[in-house]
């Protein structure tokens, strides 16, 4: 962007991706501390993060996605601005949204899908690309008598990708990962928030919620 390399890197998504080396000297340029934020596994955005993500509204799903592929954390003005740009996301064409949402699924780092899809709900991006899923987190009823359908679809989720097989396929089983498989899993109780009633004597159910 524009003719100079500091305006360029000021203009990046994240601090992470905000550093060059000069050519032919080889000089090492970080102006927005990205080395440091690297070696914290932290991300946080050149220009302040509102403007960032006023500029590409994807960059908030690229952040969750982050957090699912590599480990990272958001910092405290990421997370504040990703909750209050939150609806602007409803700007982005659904493929792209998609591209993100599908490679976080699939991220190999040890849970990372849960750690990405707790990002995108806590902070309601899921609610302007995927309501089904936040829609799981029912009010509990004074007597607890229903357990968390959130939790435990993100608990199913986790034990379907820890029963995939390696990518190359030598396995009786799925080859990981498998994003129809992961999908699946987290989405297999979607229909509970409709169909929950509170039976007579205490109990809950969700007749026909599979369908």
């Known amino acids: 962007f524009g003719d100079s390399l500091a305006g360029d890197l000021g203009r990046r998504d994240f601090t992470v991706n905000a550093m060059a ?30 403007e960032s993500f006023a500029d590409d509204p994807l960059r908030m799903m690229r952040a969750a996605r982050f957090a699912a592929q590599l480990g990272f954390t958001v910092s405290a003005e990421v997370y504040a601005a990703m909750l209050e740009r939150a609806p602007t996301l409803e700007m982005i064409s659904a493929e792209r949204i998609r591209d993100e949402f599908t490679k976080l699924l699939l991220s190999a780092y040890p849970g990372g899908p849960r750690a990405g899809l707790g ?61 129809v498989l992961r999908l699946a899993a987290l989405l297999h109780d979607i229909g509970k928030p409709a169909t929950r009633r509170f039976e007579p004597g205490g109990g809950v159910s969700f007749h026909h919620h599979e369908l």
């Open 21 to 50: 080396i000069r050519l032919p000297s080889l000089e090492f340029v970080d102006l927005h501390g990205g080395l440091d934020d690297l070696a914290r596994r932290r991300l946080r955005t050149p220009a302040p993060a509102v």
């Open 119 to 179: 990002l995108l709900v806590d902070t309601g991006l899921t609610g302007h690309f995927l309501p089904e899923l936040p829609a799981l987190r029912l009010e509990a009823d004074e007597h607890h008598r229903h357990k968390d359908v959130y939790e435990h679809s993100l608990t199913v989720l986790e034990q379907a990708i820890a029963l995939e097989g390696p990518p190359d396929g030598e396995t009786d089983g799925v080859a990981g990962p498998d994003l």
